[in-house]
T-cell receptor
Framework: GAVVSQHPSWVICKSGTSVKIECRSLDFQATTMFWYRQFPKQSLMLMAT?????????EQGVEKDKFLINHASLTLSTLTVTSAHPEDSSFYIC????????????FGPGTRLTVL | DAKTTQPPSMDCAEGRAANLPCNHS???????VYWYRQIHSQGPQYIIH???NNETNEMASLIITEDRKSSTLILPHATLRDTAVYYCIVRSYSGGGADGLTFGKGTHLIIQP
């Protein structure tokens, strides 16, 4: 159990376009999902916390108008990178926290975004 | 959440036990110790977590000192597939699971054939 999927696994886009990344918890309900970003040779950095049915909470320095997060159901959260630029190229990883018990976070496989 | 300190890298021979230390001297009473690992270009994988008792599952054992200021993750019979960056993370439950994780630099464990 505790499987989290992401789609797509990788995407290449032109500068100025928008890209949507989906995160799904496949076998459990997650009231809270998280989005992280990882640049080469660095650790994961939390970008935002997403609660089902409410607005996301963004970490300091993360532009909420550029990284749009929607958490429409207990199993799906989406991250849209709007007007992407080459500096947005990164590895984007989501995680989902079980709604009860230990609140352990389970991570998706990640999405590699390359902006040309 | 309390900060953790881990060695940047470790080597271990295949088939031997890999013991990964973590220091969390400022841990408070309601904080759990979590271990994740990240294999290159993949999302982190949950390994194990504990509060104060030692824990064991199918992947690893977690030994937490009595004062809870440090812990050791044990992979009993390391294989080449265990080569990864291992992260020790301390996490509070005060937010009811609504808090994101703070990742340090972790330990790069290299299993040698």
């Amino acid at each position: 159990g505790a499987v989290v999927s992401q789609h797509p696994s990788w995407v290449i886009c032109k500068s100025g376009t928008s890209v949507k990344i989906e995160c799904r918890s496949l076998d459990f309900q997650a009231t809270t999902m998280f989005w992280y970003r990882q640049f080469p040779k660095q650790s994961l950095m939390l970008m935002a916390t997403s609660n089902e049915g409410s607005k996301a909470t963004y970490e300091q320095g993360v532009e909420k108008d550029k990284f749009l997060i929607n958490h429409a159901s207990l199993t799906l959260s989406t991250l849209t990178v709007t007007s992407a630029h080459p500096e947005d190229s990164s590895f984007y990883i989501c995680s989902a926290s079980r709604a009860s018990g230990s609140y352990t976070q389970y991570f998706g496989p990640g999405t590699r975004l390359t902006v040309l | 959440d309390a900060k953790t300190t881990q060695p940047p890298s470790m080597d271990c021979a295949e088939g031997r036990a890999a013991n990964l230390p973590c220091n969390h001297s400022t841990i408070s009473g309601n904080e759990y110790v979590y271990w994740y690992r990240q294999i290159h270009s993949q999302g982190p994988q949950y390994i194990i977590h504990g509060l104060k008792n030692n824990e064991t599952n199918e992947m690893a054992s977690l030994i937490i000192t009595e004062d809870r200021k440090s812990s050791t993750l044990i992979l009993p019979h390391a294989t080449l597939r265990d080569t990864a960056v291992y992260y020790c993370i301390v996490r509070s439950y005060s937010g009811g699971g609504a808090d994101g994780l703070t990742f340090g630099k972790g330990t790069h464990l290299i299993i040698q054939p």
